[in-house]
């Protein structure tokens, strides 16, 4: 008898497709960057990123 393999783990951080579209959707209504980034628990620099494409 043979073992059942696993299914290997997913490595590094979960997608954060929910928290972009809402940072995106606060900068469109007139929020600053700082303000977004607070209200969407990301980092400046990220919301830089997204706002961005990069």
């Not at 951080?13 to 940072?23: E, L, N, S, T």
């Not at 600053?32 to 969407?40: E, G, K, L, P, Q």
Request: hydrophobic share 30%; with cysteine; net charge positive.
């Amino acid at each position: 008898m043979t073992k059942a393999r696993r299914a290997p783990k997913k490595r590094g951080p979960a997608p954060q497709a929910g928290k972009r579209d809402q940072y995106l959707r606060l900068m469109a209504q007139g929020m600053s960057n700082s303000a977004a980034c607070r209200v969407v628990g990301i980092n400046r620099k990220t919301g830089n990123r997204w706002r961005y494409g990069r």
